[in-house]
């Protein structure tokens, strides 16, 4: 891990020297300058991960519990304490976790046949006593017994793109390299909608037309709406792969998105139509990505860019303490190989508060409403612990 340059919260200019005659002035100019770049430079507020706090929460599992779930998991708050739930891609079932009292809890199998069929799921999220989730065909809606509620067809979507924007080159799906873990959807338990990016179905923008930037999905009547904004103008000149997908989350009649290749975040309101776009900087990494060399990029070339670029994930809302987090990866020269992870909090004008370099065993987060998890990968793990790490907001704000 690279070791991180700390940068104080506070800093004051040290006092000028000079008195001479004819040097007063050059001296106070020279002073206003140091204090100047020491001003700009405290703006970031910027921690190393020894720094950070946080509890390491260990349960003891069994087979066929996994230590590392990867990304398809979910955090939960319940009556009785969080709880997490994850997808068992060797076992075909839904693993839950008992996180407060650091004990599994029980596994439900999912049908790989007949009605109730769910194959290779992408992602999915908790809401109240059912789970949603999206399979690369449908968006299904289950009970906590894994019986199917209702089911969206994904080829029903993709035809309402083609209606929308009448033209047959936009899809939810990403052309060339999978988006891996990095699919990017959010379930609203307050709309009871999923938000979902639209994307090129070549993988590339036409130079004379941008396509809207995703789409909202109602389970419970089968309905699309589309989100009246088109991706940014940028596009049609550089080449940024999957990082091009909008990430979204809802916050109220808020729609909060960002694009991964670019620290940006932006805000779309749902009853007025407003648009605002905020900037907020990290201390650590470039805030933009470079983009892929050619406009035209083979699938080869897709599939590494996209693992290997400097790439800013979702926001995640904690709503007891009204502010937001974002984790983001800076760039690595093989896919293969480990990169350097950050943690970014920010007020509800998205505004950093604090930013802190992730530790090396740190996998991917999840928040509830008043906490922020992330998996716990220890090298040479000895698969005996699902291990979490809680971070301690308390202590950072």
């Known amino acids: 891990m690279k070791s991180p340059k700390l940068t104080m919260n506070k800093k004051t200019a040290p006092q000028s020297s000079f008195s001479l005659n004819g040097l007063i002035i050059p001296g106070i100019i020279f002073s206003w300058f140091i204090l100047f770049s020491y001003a700009c430079s405290s703006g970031k507020p910027q921690k190393s991960s020894e720094e950070l706090p946080y509890e390491l929460i260990e349960i003891p599992i069994t087979y066929p519990y996994l230590s590392d779930y990867i990304s398809k998991f979910e955090i939960a708050s319940t009556d009785s304490g969080d709880i997490m739930v994850a997808y068992n891609h060797w076992m075909t079932s839904l693993d839950f976790f008992d ?62 793109v083609y209606r929308y924007d009448q033209i047959e080159n936009y899809t939810i799906f990403h052309y060339g390299a999978t988006l891996g873990n990095y699919v990017s959807s ?68 808020l729609i909060i998105y960002n694009f991964p290749f670019s620290s940006n975040v932006y805000t779309y309101h749902i009853k007025t139509g407003k648009q605002k776009e905020y900037n907020p900087q990290s201390a650590f990494t470039r805030n933009e990505a470079k983009p892929m060399d050619q406009k035209q990029a083979s699938p080869e070339d897709q599939f590494n860019y996209d693992r290997c670029a400097l790439r800013f ?63 716990v990968v220890e090298k040479n793990n000895d698969d005996s612990y699902l291990r979490l790490a809680k971070i301690d907001l308390e202590a950072l704000l």
């Open 313 to 375: 994930g979702k926001l995640y809302y904690i709503k007891k303490h009204n502010i937001y987090m974002r984790v983001h990866y800076d760039t690595r020269e093989d896919f293969e190989k480990d990169r350097d992870s950050f943690m970014m909090l920010l007020n509800e004008r998205f505004e950093p508060i604090a930013e802190y370099q992730l530790p090396d065993n740190f996998g991917y987060p999840d928040c509830t409403e008043s906490d922020v998890y992330f998996t």
């Open 186 to 253: 959010d379930y609203s338990t307050e709309s009871k909608q999923f938000l979902h990016y639209v994307y090129p179905e070549k993988g590339n923008f036409d130079l004379d037309y941008l396509g809207v930037i995703g789409a909202s999905f109602n389970l419970e009547d089968s309905s699309t709406t589309f989100i009246p904004i088109r991706y940014p103008e940028i596009l049609k000149q550089k080449n940024y792969g999957s990082l091009s997908c909008a990430n979204f989350i809802q916050n109220g009649d």
């Open 99 to 160: 996180i407060t009292h650091k004990k599994p809890s029980h596994s439900v199998p999912l049908a790989q046949d007949g009605p109730d069929r769910i194959p290779d799921i992408r992602t999915f999220s908790i809401d109240d006593s059912s789970i949603v989730m999206q399979s690369r065909s449908d968006f299904i809606r289950i009970n906590l017994n894994a019986n199917i509620l209702s089911k969206m067809s994904v080829n029903r979507i993709v035809d309402s």
